[in-house]
């Protein structure tokens, strides 16, 4: 088996210092990801020759359509996927500037999630462990 090693960069985006986006993956992107949790934050592979936050920056353009240009990375952890990918993740926080979301074809949903929130408690523990890195 070939040993393949990859980049994500993904972001936490902040809203009133007490929330964070959190993305609502389609069926079809389910099927087609090796990670089989349907909640994700915006963010995606670095491509080969691109710096990490201008991977970020495009991720967060295509995925919810949103400009950011400041970024404070957080935390990194890597994860050996399924697929048998060594995948080193690296979480940024950015603020939300009040832009409208439009989402991509891979999400249908988004939600705005606080520490307090119901919705939290059904999330996978990476993005519990985003959220409460990125809030005070």
Not at 60 to 67: A, F
Request: with cysteine; glycine share 6%; proline share 3%.
């Amino acid at each position: 088996m070939e040993k393949n090693i990859a980049v994500a960069a993904k972001c936490a985006l902040v809203k009133d210092n007490s929330q964070v986006l959190i993305l609502k993956k389609t069926p079809e992107e389910m099927n087609g990801d090796a990670s089989k949790s349907s909640y994700d934050l915006p963010g995606g592979r670095v491509r080969y020759g691109e710096e990490i936050e201008e991977a970020l920056k495009r991720e967060l353009e295509e995925e919810i359509g949103v400009s950011c240009n400041e970024f404070e990375l957080k935390t990194a952890w890597s994860v050996m996927r399924s697929d048998g990918v060594q995948l080193h993740i690296l979480l940024y926080k950015a603020y939300y500037n009040n832009q409208t979301i439009r989402l991509s074809a891979e999400h249908d949903r988004y939600h705005w999630v606080g520490l307090e929130d119901a919705l939290i408690s059904i999330m996978p523990s990476w993005i519990i462990r985003a959220v409460m890195k990125s809030l005070p």
